[in-house]
């Protein structure tokens, strides 16, 4: 690979973290500078997500060798530190009760979205393998079902998810490469079929006579949630938000700390099961305290950005993760997109059945969809299309995603492990 004519001189290779660090976060800037303010920008971006870009530049700088992202810390900092407390930012803003006021139909909805990928993944794995066991082969790190884990981590929570999947499972990095590019690519094809039914909605509801009233009450009760909470963002509030993020991140290790060793010296049956890795302890303690302070009174920090700040960490996460990408591990197993296309083939399959027999009304299908498959960045997009005023219960179903996201990743990524073993 080092030899490769298209890598840059070794001597002209950024070793420095720091130099590293500052490159990244104005790679992030740019991206996001020309999504808002530039109309060549903001037009390319309505067809290509920003979260792929964020991933995609800073693998091209691995790939052509301006960078040595074998011997930087930063990712390990990102998933150590940043991570954890990302979740919490993303999970103090769940509103429960909220949620469930949604309407049964909408929980049904979401769940079933996360049932359609906890199990498409482990089908989609036994059909491709009895067609072309090498396509879905590999051993150690490089085992397709660890890869695997991460999309499914992506299409149930979001990225952060994706990050801790590939932590848990020991995901090489050539294979989160390949695993990134049908996440993206069947991903993206899915979010376009599900803006063309959100344009054919109506039709749709009224063929299928499914109930929308719920949906107006809805806008009303969304408006209104956001007008009571919304605040500018002052000097305290965002010393209380790294409070109680990055203390959440201290807890979490040190919790962890406690439970590897005791499982390993009681109970070391159990690293089949992931429970003896520190990074899966630390992720799931971390989501627990985010969620138990929901229902305190510090989710009222989501008025002053709580949700914006796990962003941040999250994007910084996404181009450390990127850095590791090598783009020319996309082509080594080209059929993996097989798997992809037949797991979301699935997921939509089972959305369509669960809708029809309950009636359930297209908005509540597209966004509990994608409030999966498309977590925070594009769940959003999905609610808009139907009503501007419904982007927050976008936003709404994918936290509950980012809550469930790491347990039930987890729990696919088990069967598929079975299946693989």
């Not at 159990?270 to 003896?276: D, M, V, Y």
């Not at 229902?295 to 993760?321: D, K, M, N, P, Q």
Request: hydrophobic letters at 55%.
């Amino acid at each position: 690979m080092q030899d490769a004519f298209w890598r840059l001189p070794e001597s002209m290779m950024i070793r420095n973290d720091a130099v590293l660090l500052g490159l990244l976060l104005v790679t992030l800037g740019v991206v996001f500078y020309s999504q808002k303010h530039t109309r060549t920008g903001a037009a390319f971006f309505r067809v290509v997500p920003a979260l792929l870009i964020c991933y995609f530049v800073p693998s091209l700088y691995n790939t052509f060798g301006l960078i040595d992202a074998e011997s930087s810390r930063l990712y390990f900092v990102a998933s150590r530190y940043l991570l954890p407390t990302c979740l919490v930012m993303l999970t103090l803003s769940i509103d429960l009760p909220a949620v469930l006021r949604l309407g049964n139909k909408a929980i049904i909805m979401f769940l079933t979205g996360t049932a359609g990928i906890v199990i498409g993944g482990p089908l989609a794995l036994v059909i491709v393998g009895l067609i072309s066991p090498e396509t879905v082969g590999g051993d150690g790190p490089d085992a397709v079902w660890r890869g695997l884990t991460t999309v499914a981590g992506s299409w149930i929570g979001g990225g952060a998810n994706q990050a801790a999947m590939k932590e848990v499972f020991a995901v090489s990095g050539p294979l989160f490469s390949q695993m990134i590019a049908v996440d993206v690519l069947c991903a993206n094809l899915w979010l376009a079929m599900l803006l063309v039914v959100a344009r054919k909605s109506q039709q749709i509801d009224q063929r299928m006579r499914a109930d929308v009233t719920a949906i107006e009450d809805l806008k009303i009760r969304v408006e209104k949630f956001h007008e009571q909470h919304a605040r500018h963002t002052s000097f305290h509030d965002l010393i209380f938000l790294a409070a109680i993020g990055f203390g959440a991140t201290g807890i979490a290790h040190a919790c962890a700390g406690v439970i590897v060793p005791f499982i390993e010296n009681s109970a070391p049956v159990l690293e089949r099961l992931s429970l003896t890795s520190s990074f899966f302890w630390i992720v799931v303690i971390a989501t627990a305290i985010g969620v138990a302070l929901s229902f305190t009174r510090a989710r009222e920090l989501e008025g002053a950005g709580a949700s914006h700040v796990g962003s941040v960490l999250l994007y910084v996460l996404i181009a450390t993760i990127g850095m590791n990408m090598d783009i020319t591990a996309i082509f080594s197993n080209p059929g993996l997109f097989a798997v992809g296309l037949l797991w979301i083939g699935f997921h939509g399959l089972l959305l369509v059945v669960v809708a029809r027999l309950i009636r359930a009304p297209m908005f509540y299908m597209a966004v509990g969809s994608q409030a999966n498959v498309g977590g925070a960045a594009s769940a959003p997009v999905v609610a808009a299309a139907f009503h501007p005023s419904l982007a927050p219960v976008g936003v709404l179903l994918a936290v509950l995603g980012y809550a469930l996201g790491t347990y039930a990743a987890w729990i696919c990524g088990l069967i598929m492990q079975a299946i693989a073993t």
